[in-house]
T-cell receptor, first 113, second 111 residues
Framework: GENVEQHPSTLSVQEGDSAVIKCTYSDSASNYFPWYKQELGKGPQLIIDIRSNVGEKKDQRIAVTLNKTAKHFSLHITETQPEDSAVYFC????????????FGSGTRLQVQP | NAGVTQTPKFQVLKTGQSMTLQCAQDMNHNSMYWYRQDPGMGLRLIYYSASEGTTDKGEVPNGYNVSRLNKREFSLRLESAAPSQTSVYFCASMKGNQPQHFGDGTRLSIL
């Protein structure tokens, strides 16, 4: 089955700096890669996703890049703000069959004011 | 629209007790999922239902049963709770190739 590894487990940055979180996956058939943000006491909320037919996607301060050959994808947050502090999860799935997500272990991002 | 609603939000059980976690979605989604989240780990799939009337095992199904009552509701049952089932349980739903939407979870402690 699919295995997703995520690094780092914790990340502390100064407000205004950039943050990068990296994930690798094992199943070459995976073709959908979402990123979720989880705040304390809440469920995961989708912040951005990418499919394997594109290499990069951007939404304001958030971008995701995908390297299919190397089987890794990354989340980039620019101009970080204190409200970006949360736990971020990457995930991978196929667009066929059960479409269940395999999650990374999460990155706790702390943005220092 | 409420999205995905889970009840209860918190529960404490004794070992051996049974319990059903409820999940309902109002987005007319076909697929529904149950995940568990343990400290330092990502969410892991317990069971899923691709459509009304069908259910299938995920990665960690042992000790659980599910029922897809109708298109809106997907329940998770612990027949004889064990301390290893202490976790936060998340329900999610999805339609087609759209992203999965998650509820806010049920925090379950088993003593």
């Amino acid at each position: 089955g699919e295995n997703v590894e995520q690094h780092p487990s914790t990340l502390s940055v100064q407000e205004g700096d950039s943050a990068v979180i990296k994930c690798t996956y094992s199943d070459s058939a995976s073709n959908y890669f979402p990123w979720y943000k989880q705040e304390l006491g809440k469920g995961p909320q989708l912040i951005i996703d990418i499919r394997s037919n594109v290499g990069e996607k951007k939404d304001q301060r958030i971008a995701v890049t995908l390297n299919k050959t190397a089987k890794h994808f990354s989340l980039h947050i620019t101009e970080t703000q204190p409200e970006d502090s949360a736990v971020y999860f990457c995930a991978a799935s196929r667009d066929t069959g059960r479409r269940a997500l395999t999650f990374g272990s999460g990155t706790r991002l702390q943005v220092q004011p | 629209n409420a999205g995905v609603t889970q009840t209860p939000k918190f529960q404490v059980l004794k070992t051996g007790q049974s319990m059903t976690l409820q999940c309902a979605q109002d987005m007319n989604h076909n697929s529904m999922y149950w995940y568990r989240q343990d400290p330092g780990m990502g969410l892991r799939l317990i069971y899923y239902s691709a459509s009304e009337g069908t259910t299938d095992k995920g990665e960690v199904p042992n000790g659980y049963n599910v029922s897809r009552l109708n298109k809106r509701e997907f329940s998770l049952r612990l027949e004889s709770a064990a301390p290893s089932q202490t976790s936060v349980y998340f329900c999610a739903s999805m339609k087609g190739n759209q992203p999965q939407h998650f509820g806010d979870g049920t925090r379950l402690s088993i003593l």
